[in-house]
């Protein structure tokens, strides 16, 4: 009888667990097409001006920039402020015009002049177009699906749709290691905080920005670079 009731208690702790780690990867919708709750600027309190819900999709255009808030001063970047993530799975759709250019911050914090200083980014970008439309010459590390100014992507992996197409990237973040994915395949892979990544940013672009990547939990953010954006079918789940 001892034994039975080991097993069965064994068994209900079993399933517990189980039940525990489903839920805990269960997918979160923060942007369900009809609504933006959770959405604001970064180290605002509300929605920048251009930002609208348009078709169900999350978009940014100048032409939505309405002419009593043209001398809108602060940051143009959003964030998704009701929650902050430290380990996840962050699915994001998103389509940009020729000569687009963005970015998804993770583990992002405010209080800072740009979002860029602190938060690691996943690089959206017009690679075929941009250094053309903006004379502009392009370094590898500012292409899409680098973790911006740290790591490349492998090219061989990488398929980029053109502009005016949507595209889909994922972001698996857990401290042991970081996968960026584009277009359902997996183009780079690196460990954070590593004594590699820090040798990488201490010697680059962030050598001056001494809390950029410090941070194990944040916000998720958006970039806006002046181009029309759009977002959808924006989830996230832990990890």
Same mark, same amino acid.
């Given at each position: 009888?001892?034994?039975?009731?080991?097993?069965?208690?064994?068994?209900?702790?079993?399933?517990?667990?189980?039940?525990?780690?489903?839920?805990?990867?269960?997918?979160?919708?923060?942007?369900?097409?009809?609504?933006?709750?959770?959405?604001?600027?970064?180290?605002?309190?509300?929605?920048? @001006?251009?930002? #609208?819900?348009?078709? %169900?999709?999350?978009? =940014? &255009?100048?032409?939505?920039?309405?002419?009593?808030?043209? $001398?809108?001063?602060?940051?143009?970047?959003?964030?998704?402020?009701?929650?902050?993530?430290?380990?996840?799975?962050?699915?994001?759709?998103?389509?940009?015009?020729?000569?687009?250019?963005?970015?998804?911050?993770?583990?992002?914090?405010?209080?800072?002049?740009?979002?860029?200083?602190?938060?690691?980014?996943?690089?959206?970008?017009?690679?075929?177009?941009?250094?053309?439309?903006?004379?502009?010459?392009?370094?590898?590390?500012?292409?899409?699906?680098?973790?911006?100014?740290?790591?490349?992507?492998?090219?061989?992996?990488?398929?980029?749709? @053109?502009?005016? #197409?949507?595209?889909? %990237?994922?972001?698996? =973040? &857990?401290?042991?290691?970081?996968?960026?994915?584009?277009? $359902?395949?997996?183009?780079?892979?690196?460990?954070?905080?590593?004594?590699?990544?820090?040798?990488?940013?201490?010697?680059?672009?962030?050598?001056?920005?001494?809390?950029?990547?410090?941070?194990?939990?944040?916000?998720?953010?958006?970039?806006?670079?002046?181009?029309?954006?759009?977002?959808?079918?924006?989830?996230?789940?832990?990890?």
């Amino acid at each position: 009888m001892n034994k039975i009731k080991i097993f069965l208690i064994s068994s209900l702790f079993i399933i517990g667990c189980q039940d525990n780690k489903k839920s805990s990867q269960e997918w979160v919708s923060l942007f369900d097409g009809s609504s933006l709750e959770g959405w604001r600027a970064y180290n605002g309190d509300q929605m920048p @001006p251009g930002w #609208k819900i348009v078709d %169900s999709t999350l978009t =940014f &255009t100048t032409k939505q920039i309405l002419e009593e808030d043209y $001398d809108y001063t602060g940051s143009r970047d959003i964030i998704y402020g009701a929650e902050e993530f430290e380990n996840f799975e962050l699915y994001v759709e998103w389509k940009i015009p020729k000569g687009g250019n963005s970015g998804i911050f993770y583990h992002l914090k405010e209080g800072y002049e740009a979002a860029s200083v602190v938060a690691p980014e996943y690089q959206i970008l017009d690679d075929e177009n941009y250094a053309e439309i903006h004379n502009f010459e392009l370094k590898d590390w500012q292409l899409t699906a680098t973790d911006y100014a740290m790591y490349l992507p492998d090219n061989s992996q990488k398929v980029l749709y @053109p502009p005016g #197409k949507w595209n889909s %990237s994922r972001i698996v =973040f &857990t401290i042991e290691n970081v996968e960026y994915w584009l277009n $359902d395949k997996k183009v780079l892979s690196f460990t954070p905080w590593s004594e590699d990544w820090y040798k990488r940013r201490n010697s680059g672009k962030w050598s001056n920005a001494p809390d950029y990547g410090k941070y194990r939990k944040g916000y998720i953010g958006f970039q806006d670079h002046g181009s029309n954006l759009s977002f959808r079918e924006i989830k996230i789940r832990k990890l």
